[in-house]
Nanobody, 122 residues
Framework: QVQLVESGGGLVQAGDSLRLSCAASGRTFRTYPVGWFRQAPGQERDFLAAISWSGGSTYYGDSVKGRFTISRDNAKATVYLQMNNLKPEDTAVYYC???????????????WGQGTQVTVSS
């Protein structure tokens, strides 16, 4: 199985940056695409970004395109989400997830972390 743990969230002001980390266990992680999602109170879980197992292909949701960057370091079994120019609308719980086939749909991901809170003040 794959276990994922997010970290790096916190309270920041609008315009600040954060880098979230997703640490994984299990050898198969290195062959799994990984996605980042977020969920604000009362809202659906939205797709943010995804990266192929090799890191050669990345995909971004429209809401964060140009501000967020996904990357992975398979040697460290870690996926990152660099978030720049944060806005109050970015406030949410951020999750990383692993899937066997890269996807933008949350339901396609079998493994999920516990989430990390990101709060952006104006």
């Amino acid at each position: 199985q794959v276990q994922l743990v997010e970290s790096g969230g916190g309270l920041v002001q609008a315009g600040d940056s954060l880098r979230l980390s997703c640490a994984a266990s299990g050898r198969t992680f290195r062959t799994y695409p990984v996605g980042w999602f977020r969920q604000a109170p009362g809202q659906e879980r939205d797709f943010l970004a995804a990266i192929s197992w090799s890191g050669g292909s990345t995909y971004y949701g429209d809401s964060v395109k140009g501000r967020f960057t996904i990357s992975r370091d398979n040697a460290k079994a870690t996926v990152y989400l660099q978030m720049n120019n944060l806005k109050p609308e970015d406030t949410a719980v951020y999750y990383c997830a692993a899937t066997r086939v890269i996807s933008t749909r949350a339901n396609d991901y079998a493994y999920w972390g516990q989430g990390t809170q990101v709060t952006v003040s104006s």
